[in-house]
C-alpha cells in the first residue's frame, strides 16, 4: 500500500529533474543574459555577412547577446572587411560596406549606381571620422605636412603598428647637420612630447 502511494510521487519528481534538465539545457544553449537587436545594411546587397563566424541575413535584424562580437563582410570582386565591437542594451545599428578591388567589383559598381553612391557617401563619412579621432589623438597633425628650417615634417601609417588604420608615424626629412636639433625644437616649442610620437627619421639629400 504504501509503495502504491509513493509511485505518483516518484513519477512526479522524474518528470519535474526533466523538465529541469530541459530548462537548464535551453539556457545553456542560447547563453543566458539578456539580448539586443543588431540592425544590418549591406553594400553591395548580396554580399556574405558572418556574425562570429556564422552566416546572417545581409539586411535585416538579427538578435544579439550582450558582449563583444565580430562582424565580416566578404564578396568576389571586394575588398573584405571585418568589425568588431561590443554590444549593450542599445539597439544597433551597423554597415557593412565593401568597396571593389577588382574588375569584377567594379563591374558591380558601374551596374548599381545608386548603391555605388550610397557606398561612396559612407566612405566619406568614416573618413571624416578616422581624421576627427587622429587629430584630437595626434594634435601634431593640425601643422602637417611642415617645412622648417633644416627639416620637413609628414605623416604615413604607424610603423610600430602597421595594421591600425588609426596609428601614424611622424615622418622628419632632415637637411645638414642642424635639421634635427631644429625639428626637435619645433616639437618641444608645441608642447608635443617627443617620446610619445612615433618618430621615422630620414636624411634629405
Known amino acids: 500500500m504504501l509503495d502504491e502511494n509513493r509511485r ?37 546587397n548580396d554580399l556574405t555577412l558572418k556574425l562570429d563566424g556564422h552566416e546572417i541575413p545581409a539586411n535585416g535584424e538579427v538578435k ?17 572587411y571585418t568589425q568588431t565591437f561590443t554590444s549593450g542594451s542599445d539597439r544597433l545599428s551597423y554597415k557593412m560596406f565593401l568597396y571593389a578591388n577588382s574588375a569584377e567589383g567594379r563591374e558591380w559598381a558601374k551596374n548599381n549606381p545608386e548603391q555605388q553612391r550610397e557606398a561612396e557617401a ?3 563619412r568614416r573618413y571624416d571620422e578616422v581624421q576627427a579621432r587622429l587629430k584630437q589623438k595626434y594634435p601634431i597633425l593640425s601643422q602637417l605636412p611642415y617645412v622648417g628650417d633644416g627639416f620637413q615634417a609628414t605623416y604615413t601609417k604607424s610603423k610600430s603598428d602597421p595594421t591600425n588604420p588609426e596609428a601614424i608615424s611622424i615622418v622628419i626629412e632632415v637637411f645638414g647637420p642642424q635639421g634635427r636639433t631644429k625639428a626637435l625644437q619645433w616639437i618641444n616649442g608645441y608642447g608635443w612630447d617627443i617620446d610619445t610620437l612615433d618618430v621615422i627619421w630620414t636624411t634629405g639629400k
Do not use: C, Y
Not at 544579439?64 to 573584405?80: A, D, M, N, P, V
Open 8 to 44: 505518483p510521487f516518484m513519477i512526479g519528481v522524474v518528470v519535474l529533474a526533466v523538465v529541469l534538465i530541459v530548462i537548464g539545457g535551453v539556457v545553456l544553449f542560447h547563453g543566458g543574459g539578456s539580448e539586443t537587436t543588431l540592425t544590418v545594411q549591406s553594400i553591395p
Open 64 to 80: 544579439i547577446k550582450e558582449g563583444k562580437h565580430t562582424l565580416e563582410g566578404s564578396r568576389r570582386g571586394f575588398q573584405s
Open 122 to 124: 559612407e566612405a566619406g
